[in-house]
């Protein structure tokens, strides 16, 4: 329960910053996402495996938004459809691109059966020695700034 008050939270103050100081509303979000993302990444493990499935899912979430709109005959229709499907549809499809993404590795084996193993043995080896410490610098550039934030609320 208490995450979901921390959600609600920080979704009137992302909506508060967008009424009040719209030019810092994109820093805001992405300290958001970032945040977000380091709680997957930790909870996944912080390797390959955790970036497989932080970016599988985005791509899937991102994938069904577009096809929601493209499949809208107008403006208003999109918008009273998501509200109305909002909760069971969105929390549907949204529990089925979790599955999804837990799994990614099979996606990659079978995008070219031979060929798909051998770029997931590549990814193994290359992720912790190329892409691992600049995404961690990324992810965590300012985690020590939002534990401060946090702390001083308490």
């Known amino acids: 329960m208490t995450r979901m008050k921390n959600r609600g939270r920080e979704a009137k103050a992302l909506g508060q910053i967008?009424?009040?100081e719209p030019k810092l509303f994109p820093a805001a979000l992405l300290r958001l996402i970032r945040r977000s993302l380091r709680t997957v990444w930790d909870a996944r493990g912080g390797g390959l495996y955790a970036c497989g499935f932080v970016i599988t899912f985005v791509y899937l979430e991102i994938r069904m938004f577009i096809l929601d709109i493209f499949q809208a005959e107008s403006v208003g229709d999109f918008f009273a459809s998501q509200v109305s499907e909002m909760f069971f549809k969105y929390l549907g499809q949204s529990?089925?691109?979790?599955v999804q993404a837990f799994i990614w590795p099979v996606h990659v084996i079978d995008m070219q059966p031979p060929w798909g193993l051998g770029v997931l043995a590549a990814l193994y080896f290359l992720f912790p020695k190329f892409i691992k410490a600049p995404l961690e610098r990324w992810l965590f550039?300012?985690?020590d700034e939002g534990r401060a934030e946090t702390a001083g609320r308490d």
């Open 95 to 98: 529990i089925e691109n979790t």
């Open 18 to 20: 967008l009424a009040d």
């Open 141 to 143: 550039d300012d985690a």
